[in-house]
Structure formats: structure tokens, C-alpha cells
């Protein structure tokens, strides 16, 4: 074994294997291994901080070396092996059992590496890293996944993005480290009880960073340092936002808008959603529906209603600007078959948003066509892409094969409209509604919303776990659907108290957001058209009046209490700005020394001083609570409890469980 240092770096090389340690950020380090001659220059989700400011060791000796950078060292042993300490105390080590580790000569006849590459035929390597499991450990972070489990030990998670599936690979370990799988491609981990297995299915290099620290704040805060952190949230938006399938037409959203006004409901933000414009990938309004866009939104901006628009990545073969950006190399490619890669409402191709041409040739489109208008905002949605089949072996972007590169797609999407209203100048601060990200999408303005997901109350409860996880990945802003996107029948009253019970939820979340597919689909189109604005069907309506008047009560009393916090919420957006930290609490994150607080996942706390605790079945009216420690007054009476245990509380249809933390 030969250990060398370039700069304040640790290389040591291992038969064909290179290995590169470097401090990178507070407490942290960046581990590369390549086979071949060099490393890439790809830092991927590592671009804002690169080398630590002190406190940095490396020791050689005979046949081991460590790199030291605060409270986190890497051990390199004779056999190559790293051994990971936080302030001296081993947190993690590499999965070894092969003849040259004489600490495990039982297990030789395995042949199991740490680091272990298969060649594909013709190209680069398939990878798998493995590190020993700890018992008892909890894993949480890594983005959204559908599911209710919010500790991730034993799961096995799908790198890769689909419609309400984010895959952010940063995972946060109640050990007291936080770990980047630092590449963009597709793949697996698995958090197994025997081991922990990171896959990518096609990579140059093996590349991930670690770091230690005493709670998950300062891990978040490490890690929004070197990935980025979320610009400061336009003023305005706190309040609702109000959208459905697809407001058809210009009038229907002022309609909208100016009921609103006639109610003296203050009106934030209303959303104009997919096939407003001709046809996909025109990237411009219907002139037959919407005849006047920019009167539309100076008359929104004067009732104090800022407008966003829906933006697709798709483009129909036959829209306006199908022949150039083909021409011009501008959109993704398939390997093998036909060339279409979405088939919803047309024969489609999605545009290469990791080509630089192409987000300047797609940011060109929207300024003219919505920005001068007026439009304030934009909904990137199908943000993954969306595919028609997720065969991620077919397809090929600017960047490489989309088994290597394609997670970055999301981040890459947003950056195209940050850069391109940076640029504007018309705000300094942005922000973008979009359906996928990945690592750093946080500093490119993206507020994430947890995609199509059912209207169920199981599916709600799916989304407090996701929406933890996802702020302990470092994104902070994120939303869903009140009530769910998939509704097949509005006027059942079992979906009018999910959506009461979901509204109650969203009162306590960064957007308060109106939306959903209100079924059935019996609303006939406004033309006979194959195409335009008017061809598709949309939903039923879903406004705050559209539930009777015993729901629009109460949605309207939530709305004043979402109101009455806003400045608490502008604390909480400015501190994610300033420290990464999320908004969606896991009651660990507030109480890390309470080991109880490590075990409920089915409350949470909205930044550090309120703790909420939503309703996830049809006909519940109470639920126990966990008041950690200290003085807790509860906001539906002003009743001051002590914690240090579950309380039995009451749940009418109007509200949810809240606590207000009194220090």
C-alpha cells in the first residue's frame, strides 16, 4: 500500500484502484475512487464550499494513514479499508470480506470487497460500496419516497426520480454523521441490518462525502454549506394558493380571483396549470382562451394575487418548435426504438435541460411568452422527466447515458429559470413550484411538492414522512396537494373530511396550497379540437367555497390562523436561508437528547415552537400526543401542560392537535 498527499489531500492507490480523501466543508471529507488514469472534475452536488478552512491532519506510517478535518477522521489500513471516528469514537466502516483483511480471516473465502467494480462491456463500471450495519442505528433524509416509514433503516430505496418519488441521496444518521452519495445517476441503497450497499449502475468514479457533528442541525447546516442553501422567499407567499386541474381560460381564474376579493380572503398566489397553450412544447398561451395575458396579471397584481404558470418539458412532435431543437440537438435521446419518451396528450420527446443550449433556447421561449406578461413564477412540473416507461438504460442526455447522470435532471431544470430571471432582473429573490429535485436543488429557488399522489388518508400520512425526510436532505421548501391530486369523486364526504383534515396539516407547512384533480372527469371540454387550450377535460371545482358551508367555515377559520403565524413563518424561511434548516421538524431534530423523540413519526415540530400532530383516519376526533420536556400551551384552549409524556387529546373535525412551545 502507497499513501502520498497533494495539497490537503490523502491519495493512496490499491492494485488498479485509486483513492482520494479530501476535507471538504465543517467536519466533513469527500471520498474518490477511480480505476482509471485520472479523476473526473465533476463536483456534482459539491459546488459551493471545497477545501476546509483548518484543523486539518493527514498521518502516514507504515502501511495505514488517517486524514483528520474537526471532529471527523478516516483510518486507511494496510488492505485499503476505511474506518470513519467521530471525535474518536467509530461511526462507520467499510464492509470487508476478502483474503487481504486479516481482521476477518473467518470470512475470506467470500470475496466480498468494500469497494466493488463490474465492468460494462464497452463503457465504464457498475459500483457497489458497502459499510458495516450498526445495530440500533436510525437512517432518515434521502428526499421523498412514497411510504410511511420515516426511519429508513431496512428499506431499500430506488435512486432515481419518478412522479412523487425524489431521490436526494443524503442520508442523516442518528450516529451522528450525514452521508452524500455524491452522483447523479441511477442506482440502489439498502439500509440493511446486515449491511449498508450503495449501487450505481454506471459511474467513473466512486464519489461520496461524510460528515460529523453533535445533531442533525449542525449535519444540516455542514451540508447546505457545500451544497447550497435556499435563496430568501419572496415576500407575499406565505398566505394561500389556490389552484385545480386546469383553470381553462383567462376569465375562469380572474373569476376566481375576484370572488375571492368579494369574500375579503386574502388571495396570495393563483396557479394556471397545463394545457393553457396550444401544444406541448410551444411553451405559450392559447390566444383563443387567453386573450390578454398581461392585462390578466396587472389586474391579479393590483388585487395583491401574484400568478404562476405551468411549464412542461415534453415537446409534441408536431408543436412550432419541434424541427428546430431536433435540428439542433436539444432534446433527450432514446438507444434503441422509437424516438418518443412521453406519450400523455401526444407523440413527445422532452427537451435536455443538462445541455446549456437548450436551457437558454427554453428560457428564451418563457420570458417572451409568460415573463413579459407579468407571470411572477413558474410550475416546472414533470420535473423528473416523466417518462412514458422509466427504461433509464434508453436514455441519453448532453451529460452522458441516463444511467449516470439522469437525478440531476430536476436540479438542472430549476437552475434554467433561476439563471434566466437572475439574468431578467426583474427579482432578486426566486422561486419555482417543481415536482423532483436532487442534491442542491434547494439553491436554485425550488419549492418541492410531493407530486400526483392519491387522495387517501394513507396517502397523507405518506407525505409527513415525506415531507421530513425532505428537509432533512437539506431541501426545506416543500408542499402538497390538499387533499391529495387523485379524487374520484368530490362529492363524497368522506373526501370532503380528508381534504378539512388535510388543509388542517398545510396550515403548518411552508406553502399552503390548494390543488387536486377533482373528479369524475364529466366536465365537457370547451372545444372538438385534437389540440389547444380547450381540447382536454379539467376538474371539478375546488376553491375554498366549493365544499359546502360547514367545510368552507372552517377551511376559512385555518386560513386565519395560517394568517395570524406569517411573520413566525418569514423567521422560519430566513433562517432555512441562513443555516439550511428545514421548516418540517422531525421531533428529533428539536429534542435530540430525548431518546423517545427518536421513535414517533406521526407528529412533528413546525420549526421550534409549534409541535403538531395531524389526523390520518376517517372518523378519528382524538389522539395521544408526545409532549417532550418543558411547558406546553395548547393553541385550542390556551391550557399550559407539562411534557414529559402522551397526552389524550382532542381532535374535532375543525382542528388538529397543536402545541405551542413555551420556553
Sequence with gaps: MRFWQEGQSLLYKHGYETVMITPWGKNALRVRATKYPRFTENDWALEEQVLAAGNVEIVTGAGEAKVTNGRLCIKVDASGIMTFYRDGKKILKEYHRDYDQPSCRESRCLK?????YKAIVGGDYALKVRFESNDKEKIYGMGQYQQSYLDLKGCTLELAQRNSQVSVPFAVSSLGYGFLWNHPGVGNVVFGKNYTEWEAKATKQMDYWITADENPAKLLENYTEVTGRAPALPKGLLGLWQCKLRYRTQEEVLGVARKYKELHIPLDVIVIDF???????????????????????DELHAMGTKVVVSVWPSVDKKSENFAEMSERGLLIQTERGAIQTYDFQGDCLEIDVTNPEARAYLWEKCQKNYYAYGIDMFWLDNAEPDYGVYDFDNYRYHLGSALEVSSIYPKLYAKTFYDGMKAAGREKEILHLIRCGWAGSQKYGALLWSGDVPSTFESMRDQLAAGLNMGLAGIPWWTTDIGGFMTDDVKEEAFRELLLRWFEFAVFSPILRMHGDRGPHDIKPLSDKEWGGGSLYTGHENELWSYGEEAFDIMKRQLELRLSIKPYVEELMR????????????MFYEFPQDAHCWEVEDQYMFGGKYLVAPIFALG???????????????????QLLEGGGNVLCAAPLERIPVFERVK
Design 575 to 586: 433562517e432555512a436561508s441562513d443555516t439550511g434548516a428545514p421548516l418540517l421538524r422531525t
Design 620 to 638: 378519528q376526533r382524538e389522539r395521544e400526543v408526545y409532549l417532550p420536556a418543558g411547558s406546553w400551551k395548547n393553541l385550542a384552549d390556551g
Design 112 to 116: 466480498i470487497r468494500g469497494r466493488e
Design 275 to 297: 394545457f393553457h397553450w396550444t401544444r406541448q412544447g410551444d411553451w405559450k398561451f392559447d390566444e383563443e382562451y387567453w386573450p390578454d395575458p398581461k392585462a390578466m396579471c
